[in-house]
């Protein structure tokens, strides 16, 4: 299936991401508090970002091979209601045409890019391989205290 990024256009066997990700049940388990936030956040978040990674094939949003809490000044946290986090999920897929822009707004904090190189994939992930990357400021939802990632 064809999906416009931008100016970029890609095309994702959403069949084999999905089947691959249902066969393979990796899910990020890093036990930092930022990335505990953000699969905690999964649960909440907006349909938008839900159902655009249903249409890649990814079912499951904790399926993500890397999240990267980045630590967000205070009043940038107020600006955009959260912490800026980056990351990326694989897709079964190539670039068909890139161009100058590759972004995806999914939200008004939530956007995806993708960019010309690929990151390790997962194990056994099929080719070609595409790498989708995140952008978003995801609010604090749990209990814990968010005071070393807010400065």
């Known amino acids: 299936m064809l999906f416009q990024f ?3 256009l890609a095309e994702i066997d959403t069949e084999a991401t999905r089947n691959y990700y249902l066969h393979q049940k990796y899910t990020n388990t890093c036990a930092c508090l930022g990335c505990q936030n953000f699969r905690q956040w999964t649960k909440y978040c907006p349909s ?3 159902e655009q ?3 890649f094939g990814i079912e499951d949003l904790n399926q993500i091979a890397e999240i990267i809490p980045f630590g967000t000044k205070k009043e940038e946290y107020k600006r955009h209601n959260g912490m800026l986090y980056g990351g990326y ?5 190539e670039i068909k045409e890139y161009g100058v822009n590759s972004d995806l707004k999914l939200s008004d904090s939530f956007g995806i890019f993708i960019p010309e190189y690929v990151s390790p994939s997962l194990p056994d992930f099929p080719r070609p391989v595409l790498q989708i990357e995140v952008c978003a400021y995801i609010p604090w939802v749990i209990a814990a205290s968010m005071e070393n990632y807010i400065n």
């Open 6 to 8: 931008g100016d970029t």
């Open 53 to 55: 990674f249903q249409a």
């Open 89 to 93: 999920y694989h897709v079964v897929g």
């Open 48 to 50: 938008s970002v839900q």
